[in-house]
């Protein structure tokens, strides 16, 4: 089965949706990253919410932040796979990209990105560009795309 791609702006979101994104956040950093955080922090209204589903279950998302919301750059963040090891983190990072440069007209893009998953950024075109630092008690490094890469 393909995981389909869904991508809306917040209000085009249905409750139901927004509960599912929510939820699966929640799932993934909350409770299995033990890591108690402020997830709904106000950028999610003017952000582009995609994910990927397969059948009824998302098994991918991400957000995709205009410029001086989250960070002084467009960003994408919030980023969850449920089924590892398949490629769902490598395509919802693709998409949110190509989503960065169409509705953002992005050429720069930022994420914090924990410090244990920079090879996986750097494949799709991340570089590293800050020291580490602690964001809610991880380790964290800034990183950026640029459009030449």
Not at 6 to 25: D, I, N, S
Not at 69 to 84: D, L, P, W
Not at 123 to 143: A, N, W
Request: hydrophobic share 40%; charged share 25%; proline share 3%.
């Amino acid at each position: 089965m393909t995981a389909i791609l869904h991508q809306k702006a917040f209000p085009e979101l249905t409750v139901g949706e927004l509960y599912e994104l929510l939820r699966v956040r929640s799932e993934v950093f909350v409770v299995e990253q033990e890591c108690v955080y402020q997830d709904m922090d106000g950028d999610d209204q003017a952000s582009i919410h995609l994910w990927l589903t397969e059948g009824d279950k998302v098994v991918a998302l991400c957000r995709v932040c205009p410029a001086g919301t989250h960070m002084r750059e467009v960003s994408i963040g919030r980023v969850v796979t449920t089924e590892r090891g398949r490629g769902y983190g490598k395509r919802i990072m693709q998409e949110g990209i190509a989503a960065a440069r169409e509705t953002f007209g992005a050429k720069v893009i930022d994420i914090e990105a924990q410090e244990y998953a920079k090879g996986f950024y750097e494949q799709v075109g991340f570089r590293q560009s800050s020291e580490p630092f602690l964001l809610d008690g991880i380790p964290h490094i800034r990183m950026t795309w640029k459009e030449s890469n």
